[in-house]
């Protein structure tokens, strides 16, 4: 149970109010430890992953749990919150954004994927008058690579009627520049594209603060 202090700081500030570890300590109240004890663990794992929240969004279901004083369920708890929290930023942002621009691209896809610690490929699909209609995760990999299978990325907009598509993968690296593996998968993407009169409007890899445009390189 929360203590006095920290429920009186909810309840009469509201919870924009705490601070990231409180809030993750709320996740845990009933996990038999003290309020103090649980914010002290999440500042803890907060300062093991940047202080990102991003960072633990990224962290699979069995990463989260092996995390010092937690387990599969608390971790599902954290999993979720910080996931509704990137869905309610999407609404925010409206069903109807469009992008103009590689840098629209960027500020779209960044916040869910620049601080991951695990390199991940998603697919935005567009409409013919270059508006999201959604983004789809089309693998997640270890530390240095994922793999894309053209097929995967290709059904989603099949499925959804986009003319147009992004993919978007980070390197956790922090550094952009694309890899062979990268270039072939773009070639091998763009060519599958062709085939089915779709458009690939870029491939965008998200560094730190930093990315890469096979477009804005002319390698598109």
Do not use: W
């Not at 300590?25 to 009933?30: D, G």
């Not at 708890?77 to 960027?106: C, S």
């Not at 409409?127 to 983004?135: F, P, S, T």
Request: glycine share 6%; charged share 25%.
């Amino acid at each position: 149970m929360l203590s006095t202090s920290a429920r009186d700081k909810a309840l009469s500030q509201g919870v924009v109010a705490l601070e990231n570890a409180e809030l993750l300590a709320l996740l845990t109240a009933s996990s038999g430890k003290s309020e103090q004890e649980r914010v002290a663990q999440m500042l803890t794992l907060l300062s093991k992953h940047n202080n990102s929240l991003r960072s633990l969004g990224m962290l699979s279901t069995q990463e989260l749990a092996e995390e010092d004083g937690l387990n599969s369920s608390r971790a599902l708890v954290m999993q979720a919150a910080l996931e509704l929290g990137r869905r309610l930023l999407e609404e925010e942002r409206g069903k109807k954004v469009k992008i103009k621009d590689t840098a629209d691209i960027y500020e779209y896809c960044r916040i869910r994927m620049g601080d991951g610690v695990r390199e991940q490929c998603q697919v935005m699909l567009l409409d013919n008058k270059n508006q999201v209609m959604g983004m789809h995760t089309v693998s997640i990999g270890g530390i240095t690579q994922t793999s894309v299978d053209v097929r995967v990325v290709l059904r989603y907009a099949l499925l959804q009627g986009a003319t147009q598509i992004v993919l978007v993968h980070n390197h956790p690296s922090g550094n952009p520049s694309p890899s062979r593996e990268d270039e072939m998968i773009t070639q091998n993407l763009a060519e599958a594209c062709k085939t089915m009169h779709i458009r690939l409007m870029d491939h965008v890899i998200i560094g730190d603060d930093t990315y890469y445009s096979f477009y804005e390189n002319d390698k598109i």
